[in-house]
């Protein structure tokens, strides 16, 4: 009896190794640049056109399911990227204003976006609360290309 159930414990512990090893595993990567899961927004703007550059469209702030918060350009977002990239900046006030001997304490670098449609900029750390606006700036140009006030 007691090798009977040896036996029956062999066979099942095989079984499963051979049948586990047989099924093929899915490998799921992870976008650290998106949102995971449902993406909650908390504040949002529309673009205000500025230098004719063709500026428009949403911008969002929200967080995702694992709480990270994300600067989110909706699938209308558009503007004019004959000079290559557009950097995108939270600003204090809908005015680029640089004070790099300060360490730009009215402005948060974003980083740039270069196509149209919908964009999402992983912010590490959370933006403080005093950032109310989200500005479009060509450093090219030297000019800004819009703002939208995030509410």
């Known amino acids: 009896?007691?090798?009977?159930?040896?036996?029956l414990t062999l066979f099942s512990l095989y079984s499963v190794a051979f049948f586990?090893?047989?099924e093929k595993e899915v490998e799921v990567i992870v976008d650290p640049t998106k949102p995971q899961g449902a993406f909650t927004v908390s504040k949002s703007g529309t673009f205000t056109e500025q230098n004719a550059t063709g500026s428009k469209g949403a911008a969002q702030l929200g967080t995702d399911e694992d709480g990270v918060q994300f600067l989110k350009f909706g699938s209308d977002f558009s503007t004019t990227f004959a000079t290559g990239t557009?950097?995108?900046?939270l600003s204090t006030t809908m005015t680029f204003t640089p004070d790099p001997g300060n360490g730009n304490p009215l402005l948060r670098l974003i980083g740039p976006v270069s196509k149209a449609g919908e964009n999402y900029f992983r912010l590490d750390p959370v933006?403080?609360?005093?950032?109310?606006h989200v500005i479009l700036w060509c450093g090219s140009a030297n000019v800004p290309f819009g703002y939208a006030k995030l509410q």
């Open 127 to 132: 933006a403080d609360a005093k950032f109310t």
């Open 1 to 7: 009896m007691k090798l009977n159930a040896l036996l």
């Open 86 to 89: 557009v950097t995108v900046y």
């Open 20 to 22: 586990s090893a047989c």
